[in-house]
């Protein structure tokens, strides 16, 4: 399964109900050929629904901080891939290719990752929808899987919004399944049983369906900008 990221029950679903027992993940990017992680049917069920695998053979990868340092294993950083699966350059954009890739080719991804002590890598989120709360990263797939699990739950996205005194807040938007429904302080409740306090959505929205792109990947960017001006925040500028 790939081509956009599936929530962990999603996947143990398919695993269960679909008798696919091999599935398996993999990751990739159109400028990485376009797979450089993947999990196989022998890996633990846990390594297979919540990781993307390891790298394939001949391909490097790192997990980096913003000082270019390897990060520790465990901390999320920015993932970093070389071999010989990556593009060489995009093409008649050479200001963008020297900001993607490095003078010693490690590609730069933009996505969030960190590495298990098995090599497994766990992709966290994307380094431009990370949402910085009072000076706290937050990464909305970890809000996003936790609200998945709930029952009345069909899907859900989360982005950041501004806000005046703490630069962004957490809004959710929730697809709600079929003859149910839900309030913001049964959703709002939930979460603050499973997480920090600063990760719980200040906002919520039901809706019924999600911007897309034609191949049907959700348009996170399109969600923040409908949310921002449905919540009459477009003109605020955080202090």
Known sequence: MAGSPCPI???????????????????GLTE??????????????EKRVATV??????????????NGEICPIGTPGELCTRGYNTMLYYWDEPTKTKEAISLDRW?????????DEDGFCKIVGRIKDMIIRGGENVYPTEIEQLIYKHPKVKDVQVVGVPDERLGEEICAWIQVKENQSISEDEIKSYCKEKLARY???????????FPLTVTGKVQKYKIQEIATEALGLKHVTPK
Not at 10 to 26: A, E, Y
Not at 32 to 45: L, R, Y
Not at 199 to 209: D, F, G, L, Q, R
């Open 32 to 45: 990485t050929s376009p797979v450089t992680h993947q999990s196989f049917p022998t890996d633990p069920a």
């Open 199 to 209: 990760k719980v959505p200040k906002y919520i929205s039901i809706v019924t369906e």
């Open 53 to 66: 695998g390891k790298p394939h053979s001949h391909v490097e990868c790192k997990v980096i901080a913003e």
């Open 9 to 27: 029950e999603t996947l143990k679903q398919v695993i269960s109900r679909m008798n696919m027992d091999r599935v398996t993940v993999c990751y």
């Open 107 to 115: 590609y730069h991804t933009g996505d969030i990752a960190q590495m």
